[in-house]
């Protein structure tokens, strides 16, 4: 037997342990932080090399294993005849096979599920299982017909199917690929779903999708509390079936809009969970960033003592095209993989097949694999060391962003996650009914166009404000109610000094447009180099506000956006006024025709900042460095003397930083030139000149390096360790103790 010891009891279920004093305590779904899986096609039954992926396994120091098991394909001869066996399978027992060396191996076992949809004769056999459009035809997905949440395929087929490959094979839990059904964008009238929702409303189905419907409305929040039933309704069966520990955790996107989309309940749902699985292999546009920000998000909700491996894709993903055959640039996958441990994401391997002519995709994880297993204490159980949190929604994602999230609430969050990065301020998602309970840990709030507001939520804004915090809102913060109604004027109008404009039905419209408009900033100065005089008026001279530091040699800055007139309270400040657009072309025609406007570009009001330009959304769309400038200059301005770090030196630069007893945790991501999609080589920077302000009882003598391999001595000055990191090349983990 080797270090890892096995031991199987009983038939319920089997403990896998890598230290045997921790045997009885610890569950799994504690303890087992490296994953990895081999997601087959129905081919692999004939080609599994199970004695060399055992070998992998090891290789990359896994502690779990998802394996393919059944749903819209069985890899194990079920009893059950609907029950589509792999075209390869014949008789065999794959994922039984599968599991027994993961437990001889003392790993745990995932059993894969994808109970979205089935093929035809499954549906000619139970036609009432199925969803169906409103001429009453069947959904489908290419050859397949897909299934309905609300139908006894998911109170019955399901279970029975999960039950039975409980007693063969005894697995830890299951994950389910596309467990919540079918997606918004479509309504479901079959029998079942009109009559649940006639019992649990007293309406009829909504007709079509309309926001503005009550009866839509209410069924976008019965959509949700069913799937949140399915979660603890299939936790039932396999607790039941194989014991306590036998959880199911389906599988969960790292994106809120994709959640919504799924109606799949951020906060019920991640509050449940005991381990969360998650689905979210390669970045988007937000670039590879996005992964530690996502884990930031759900350890937020999930809790930073559970864990959260994430499908990370080995395979040609990010561009246009899916390689599913083919070796990712390493480069690009260990970037994801990189930024999702800043982030306090676990590692999980992912293969589509267990066959590859690709062979170099077995070598990308491992190093960072290892790299996870030797510094695990730094990566479990730790709280961002933060003051700033981002906050965020889904239910404004709903009832304000409807549509168009992409615009109106993932832009704006993404334009100040942008700039803070970009500034080296750590900040921290905070989920928007979570702002009470964190109120004590952060000095400064930013409310990203988080329009959708219910009356509680603005009181908990309002006591955050009346304890002493500082407030950063923009756009249409508080303009809607919590059903996406509009309020005739911003709930937190008096807070933010302004007041609405007349016009608030034209907002959710105006947000793509993009026009040459302009911010004028007030006062405008006489500059060090001074330009040519415009006519016969001469530039004034005065003294700035701190929110507009850098910009002393222009008085105007590029916007983008339109303004509308709105009243602002008296004793006020507005730093910046709207210049309205004019033509870019022919050139001849580039002259501004009202270079001055009194319309309010940015409101300061005491300690509260109300930003109507859009430049959040603006910034995480076209990446003005002016806007990510300003951005920053407010939040460094709301947070006051409470950012716990300063980094000198070039380059873009992921830093997140955390607590642990006695310890601080710095991770640095050399995101610099990534912006191309897919990476193919790390450009170091370096040297770093780092600030970082340590916990009142961390005296801290000694940092590590631990990437560089080296020990530095701090600087120790008023609570502050300052010292130098001289390279980084893809990322360094920085160990105050
Ligand atoms: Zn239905």
Known sequence: MTRRNFIATGSAALFFVRDPALADSTPWYRRACRWGQTNITEKDPVRYDIAWWRDYWKRTYVQGVI???????????SKFPLHHRAEFLGDRDLFGELSEAAHQDGLAVLARMDSNRVAENFYRSHPDWF????????????????????????????????????????????????????????????????????DGTGHALPKKHDWSDSTYREWIQWNYARRVAIWDQNNRVTKAAGGPDCLWIGMNSGSITGQSRSFRDCKAIWERAEILILDHQARGAAGFQENADTGKL?????????????????????GRTNFRMANKPPAEARMWMIEGFAGGIQPWWHHVAAYHEDRRMYKTAEPLMRFYKDNERYLLNRRPWATVGLVWSQRNTDFYG????????????????????????????????????????????????????????????????????????????SLYNEWGDARTDFRLADLFGVHAPANVSAERKSTPQSQQTYLRLSPELRASVPGPKAGDEPAPIGQRHAVLRGFEETDILPYGGVLEPMRVDAGVIVPMTFVPPFPAYPPETAWMRQPKTDIPGLVLNKRVAYLPADLDRRYGRENLPDHGDLLANLVRWAAGDSVPLEVRGPGLLDCNVYVQPGRLVMHIVNLSNTGRIPIDEYLPVGPLSIRLKLPKDLPSRRVRLVVSGVTVTPKIQDAWATFKVDSVVDHELVILE
């Not at 394996?67 to 001869?77: E, L, R, S, T, W």
């Not at 019955?156 to 079918?182: A, C, K």
């Not at 930073?304 to 499908?311: F, I, N, Q, T």
């Not at 832009?411 to 100040?416: A, E, S």
Request: hydrophobic share 35%; proline share 7%; charged share 20%.
């Open 67 to 77: 394996i393919n098991a059944g749903g819209i394909v069985a890899y194990y001869p």
């Open 131 to 198: 969803t169906r459009n409103a001429s009453g035809d069947p959904y489908r997905a290419d050859d397949k017909y897909i299934t309905c949440v609300n139908s006894g395929y998911y109170d019955e087929y399901i279970p029975d199917v999960m039950r039975e490959i409980i007693q063969r094979s005894h697995p830890e839990g299951f994950t389910d690929n596309s467990w919540s059904g079918l997606a918004r964008e479509s309504i479901c009238y079959c029998d079942n779903c009109a009559r649940k929702f006639r």
């Open 298 to 318: 759900i350890h937020g909700i999930l809790g930073w003592d559970k864990l959260m491996p994430e499908s990370m894709a080995m395979y040609g993903t990010g």
């Open 402 to 477: 409807q549509d168009n999230t992409a615009e109106l609430t993932d832009l704006p969050y993404r334009g100040f996650m942008q700039a803070m990065i970009r500034a080296r301020i750590p900040y921290t998602p905070i989920h928007i009914d979570n702002i009470a309970p964190e109120a004590r840990n952060l000095k400064a709030l930013i409310l990203p166009a988080i329009g959708a507001m219910s009356e509680p939520q603005c009181a908990a804004v309002r006591r955050f404000v009346d304890g002493g915090g500082s407030l950063i809102a923009t756009g249409p913060t």
